[in-house]
């Protein structure tokens, strides 16, 4: 299950041209841990309709919680997937 708040799915539509409920849409090829933050984090990089984006979320639960979603470059891409390796 995908959760997000209405306000950030706003701000988001607004920043990024996306709505956060796209997330559930992605196609998934790396995930990371983002350790920057008190909460645990992750990053998330995938393919929605063709094109790459990046989905930042926490879970709650057994729900993901959806923070951002935005275009990916494929700089990002390539170097999580490098360090999988």
Do not use: W
């Not at 299950?1 to 992605?26: C, V, W, Y």
């Not at 645990?40 to 790459?52: A, E, K, M, N």
């Not at 709650?60 to 360090?83: C, D, F, G, H, M």
């Amino acid at each position: 299950m995908i959760e997000f708040d209405p306000t950030k799915d706003r701000q988001n539509i607004a920043k990024h041209g996306l709505s956060l409920a796209r997330a559930i849409d992605m196609e998934v090829i790396v995930s990371v841990r983002d350790d920057r933050f008190e909460e645990p984090r992750f990053r998330t990089y995938g393919l929605i309709d063709g094109v790459l984006y990046c989905l930042a979320y926490t879970m709650r639960s057994e729900a993901l919680r959806a923070i951002s979603l935005r275009r990916s470059r494929r700089k990002e891409l390539v170097r999580y997937v490098e360090a999988e390796d």
